[in-house]
């Protein structure tokens, strides 16, 4: 993974798309399955099946692509290399809560934090500029050393 300078823009757009690709990515520990038989009826159309309605029933879950895999992979470090964990705990629940929305749930995250949603949106703000700041200093002075 190449260390990279980032805009807090950029971060915010790579926290979204990380949660998004956290979705896609298969279960840690797959469920087990329990051991019991359906009736088994007679016919082949008994339980729905028609040759219309079976593209329908077929599931496609989305796929994280490489590159949404090593954006998040980069995310996770941007978020690790946080001091604060309450802050880290911030970032990561906006960004869940916007999955698959137009715009975070500031509500209902900030009552998770006992605040309100402006001063979590403040604070998110600064914590994601504060964050890009730090992470493109830290590169800078790698790559100067």
Sequence with gaps: MKKRKISPT???????TAAE???CLPPAI???KGSWWLDVLPEWSAY???QENDSAHTHNKNRASPKDIDDFDFVLTVIASM???EERHILW????SAVYRKKPQWTKVAKKFHTNRRA???RYERIVILTARDWSR???QSLAS
């Design 10 to 16: 950029e971060l915010h757009d790579l926290l979204l």
């Design 21 to 23: 690709t956290e979705r």
């Design 30 to 32: 797959k469920k087990a």
């Design 48 to 50: 729905g099946y028609t």
């Design 83 to 85: 001091s604060d964990i």
């Design 93 to 96: 629940a906006i960004a869940k």
């Design 120 to 122: 979590l949106k403040n």
């Design 138 to 140: 830290a590169v800078s």
